[in-house]
């Protein structure tokens, strides 16, 4: 017992340390008027941080000169400024990141998180030093989620305003644009929807390449897509970001002439085996008329926006007679007729945009997203190129979706700042822009960190935190993982002019030649697999502690996945060495081997919700409302993924340009193929002969038109399937 006078000086000092407490606590509190309402960041935080939201206080505050926000506060009463909502967002990731040690991606995620939230040792203030964060490709609702709901994109969003995206490419929807603007122009409902293609193949519509395939779309899919569409533009507007909607340049139906006596239009040929749409001659008087149709239209449907996107005479699109520069005059007068203090963003890719359409336009409106700031070692000087015109710097890593890892970070780390503190810089944002998004979640992440980083990243400390936090804690087998990773498929650079990864063999039309299964892809790995291969052995000897996350499963199983894909490329030339020394008894073994490998990537691919052939399917099934109906978007779901379209296309070379390492894809289709041509090889040895040709469209069309069921659940242990593969594999 203390003396009656020491404790009442202790009670003296325990009301001083609570008034003292509540005095810290109230001035870290939200307090005063407020920039803007944070509830729907609030809304978005109990979504993502159930259980623990409430110990995150949102504070609004007025944007000066950019984006920015500030992480302070105390245990359990963590206090996220920030100048958007969606910025008050990102701030909470960085603060789950750099504090917490969590993760939320589009691929898994890590939230142990305590009772009570930690304070940060000092605030965290950090500003973003560009203003556009540009998210999607033009084809990512045909390569990532043409079938997906609510449920989907509601997480999507919020997971891109954690990253810090600020500007969103929205194709979905614009179906019902289009079929409300030519129901203007003489044409009936029947004949637009019979022109629109299925939602897996409409990107290529919407940029003049082709129509009608795997159509017609049925009236209620049209309201459907129209309601999600508007949940989506709603949803982004409401967290502060922009909606980047399609504008028009000029694509028409057939026979538009016919429709519209004195419409003038140009033919534009083939494109992938696909006759493409029309292009109506944006200086005839019917130009305009149809445009302020389409925004008219549009903006009833999904309302304005600040940014819209379109490229003129995309890969190959044909001018005939008329001049480009008047052309791309008139389209962006019809563009600022309807909006006039809309950008016109375009993408930057092969010669797009040309000089002529920059030098006739006015480039204070004009935004492009660069596709090949990493990809070509003559890129240098994008102010040149593009006349003075502001531009994001951007990659595109995967084509058609491919599950390939990997990505050209070290020329991110190094041109980003570079290009960013040049005298006279033009570039203005970021814009991340593979074929097919939600996976490879280390990209996306380092492309969206560019924007809000001082100075430049240091890629192994980055890679080294990404670990930490990406799985709850230091562990050396997660950094000893990433920095495999990162000397390997994420340390490529564009010096042999490619920005993507190789794809896998499996997944090839089979020859004992292959060297791809896209034709566009790389024909040799770019980096040293055995080196990968440590990633795998050290992932699998993480603390058992740190092994419970979505997160770290999700890359447990796409490292396995990479390293069965890469044992690929050396199998396949000892069974050609075996078939061209007639070696039968060995050609067997070494096929056997194949496809038990397939079996293994089959089973572990099966173990994570990410690699599913069926959700794939059952998504685009479910957006059916009759038998057949749900036959036919089925067809457009499996087509995208295989032939990708009809024998004409095939011969263009489209097919397999999707390709991916799905379970129910490489253990079916793709497996498959393989045996089918393994069979003909070996009774060719049998019966001495050459072997017969392989109608290998008509063997693969039969499967896009069939109807197997695979499992949209996952099956089976990761760790224990990945374990088997380096067993196997890895001595």
């Not at 496809?595 to 099934?621: I, K, N, P």
């Not at 379209?645 to 489209?654: I, K, M």
């Amino acid at each position: 017992m203390h003396p009656p006078r020491l404790r009442c000086l202790f009670l003296v000092a325990a009301v001083l340390a609570t008034l003292l407490s509540t005095v810290t606590t109230a001035s870290a509190e939200p307090d005063g008027p407020q920039a803007f309402d944070t509830g729907p960041a609030t809304r978005a935080l109990d979504r993502l941080l159930p259980g623990r939201h409430d110990q995150i206080r949102l504070r609004a505050v007025p944007k000066d000169s950019g984006d920015s926000y500030r992480i302070s506060g105390q245990r359990g009463r963590i206090v996220v400024e920030g100048t958007s909502l969606a910025v008050l967002l990102t701030g909470v990731h960085t603060y789950l990141r750099e504090v917490v040690k969590a993760d939320i991606s589009w691929t898994g995620q890590q939230l142990n998180l305590p009772r009570r939230l930690p304070a940060p040792d000092h605030p965290i203030l950090r500003r973003a030093d560009v203003p556009h964060r540009f998210a999607f490709n033009d084809t990512n609702d045909g390569y990532t989620a043409p079938y997906a709901d609510w449920v989907y994109w509601e997480r999507e969003i919020d997971v891109l305003a954690l990253h810090g995206i600020n500007e969103v490419l929205v194709y979905l929807g614009q179906d019902e644009v289009y079929r409300r603007t030519f129901r203007e122009f003489g044409y009936g409902d029947a004949d637009v929807r019979a022109w629109i293609p299925g939602p897996a193949h409409q990107p290529w519509w919407l940029l003049q390449n082709m129509s009608g395939f795997a159509g017609p779309v049925s009236d209620r899919l049209l309201d459907q897509r129209t309601a999600l569409a508007r949940k989506i533009v709603g949803r982004l507007r409401e967290l502060g970001m922009t909606p980047v909607l399609p504008g028009y340049f000029g694509t028409v139906p057939p026979k538009f002439t016919e429709h519209n006596p004195g419409a003038r239009v140009v033919p534009q040929g083939l494109w992938g085996g696909f006759e493409r749409p029309d292009w109506l001659d944006p200086r005839n008087a019917y130009f305009a008329k149809v445009a302020a149709s389409f925004y008219r239209n549009q903006s009833t449907l999904y309302g304005d926006s600040s940014m819209y996107k379109m490229d003129l005479l995309h890969e190959g699109g044909n001018p005939g007679d008329v001049p480009v520069p008047e052309a791309a005059k008139a389209v962006q007068q019809a563009l600022r007729s309807a909006h006039p203090d809309a950008v016109w963003a375009i993408l930057g890719w092969q010669a797009n945009p040309r000089p002529d359409i920059l030098g006739a336009v006015d480039k204070s409106r004009m935004f492009i997203v660069d596709g090949l700031s990493d990809r070509y070692p003559t890129v240098t000087d994008r102010e040149k190129d593009w006349l003075g015109t502001p531009y994001a710097f951007g990659s595109i890593w995967n084509f058609g979706g491919h599950t390939v890892l990997g990505a050209n970070t070290p020329d991110w780390a190094r041109l980003y700042p570079q290009w960013r503190d040049k005298q006279g810089s033009r570039l203005s944002g970021i814009a991340m822009m593979p074929e097919g998004a939600d996976n490879n979640p280390a990209a996306m992440t380092l492309l969206t960190d560019l924007a809000w980083t001082p100075g430049s990243v240091d890629l192994a400390a980055w890679f080294d935190r990404y670990a930490e936090s990406r799985y709850g804690g230091e562990d050396p087998h997660a950094k000893a993982a990433w920095n495999a990773l990162r000397e390997t498929a994420y340390g490529t650079t564009r010096v042999d002019k490619w920005s993507e990864g190789a794809d896998g063999l499996y997944e090839a039309r089979p020859s004992l030649t292959t060297t791809h299964a896209a034709a566009w892809s790389p024909d040799h790995l770019r980096y040293d697999p055995a080196k990968f291969e440590r990633a795998l052995t050290e992932l699998l000897q993480v603390s058992p502690s740190l092994r419970r996350s979505s997160a770290y499963r999700y890359d447990l199983v796409d490292v396995a996945r990479q390293v069965l894909a890469n044992r690929s490329r050396e199998l396949l030339p000892r069974i050609k060495a075996a078939y061209d020394a007639k070696d039968r008894a060995r050609f067997g073994e070494l096929t056997g081997t194949w496809l038990r490998q397939m079996d293994l990537l089959d089973q572990v691919l099966g173990t994570d919700e990410h690699f599913l052939l069926g959700r794939w399917l059952d998504s685009a099934r479910a957006a059916g409302a009759t038998p057949s109906e749900k036959d036919l978007l089925e067809f457009d779901a499996r087509s995208i993924l295989t032939v990708w379209g009809t024998r004409n296309s095939d011969a263009e070379g489209l097919h397999d340009y999707a390709n991916r390492e799905w379970a129910g894809l490489v253990g079916d289709f793709y497996a498959h193929r393989w045996r089918t041509y393994f069979t003909e090889l070996d009774t060719a040895l049998a019966e001495n002969r050459a072997p017969r040709p392989i109608d290998w469209f008509a063997l693969e069309d039969q499967w896009t038109h069939g109807h197997q069921r695979y499992p949209a659940r996952p099956t089976g242990d990761s760790y224990s399937a990945a374990s088997r593969i380096a067993q196997e594999l890895i001595r």
